[in-house]
């Protein structure tokens, strides 16, 4: 049986600070930004203080963290693959990273016809 390929994956560096954040706050959710104050990021929270909408998507966990899109968001990323890095700079406003000196960055890549095939 041929697995289907995650919606979502990070980076070691990614997982890195996933698990600092983790250590600092308990458990974590992330949600990506639809490109309001913060641009189009993923914006990390305590689970519980960021609402989930009943029409957002869960791509997948990363670091044991589930992540999430809105769907009009997931409508136009639906054909690539996330991949959640860590960058030096300010992180979200609102988002756990900020102060840290990092930024988490969504880099993506368009599944193949055959990903697509078993998505």
């Not at 689970?47 to 670091?63: S, W």
């Not at 979200?92 to 368009?110: A, D, H, K, Y």
Request: aromatic share 10%.
């Amino acid at each position: 049986m041929v697995e289907r390929p995650a919606r979502v994956l990070a980076t070691p560096a990614a997982l890195d600070l996933i698990a600092r954040l983790q250590e600092k706050y308990g458990k974590i959710m992330f949600h990506q930004s639809g490109g309001c104050c913060d641009g189009s990021s993923p914006m990390c929270y305590p689970v519980g203080d960021y609402l989930v909408a009943p029409d957002d998507v869960k791509l997948g966990e990363i670091g044991g963290a589930e992540f999430f899109m809105s769907q009009s968001q997931f409508e136009y990323w639906r054909y690539t693959q996330l991949t959640i890095d860590v960058v030096e700079g300010m992180g979200g406003m609102f988002s756990l990273e900020n102060g840290t000196g990092l930024r988490f960055l969504t880099r993506s890549r368009v599944f193949t016809d055959t990903e697509l095939e078993l998505l």
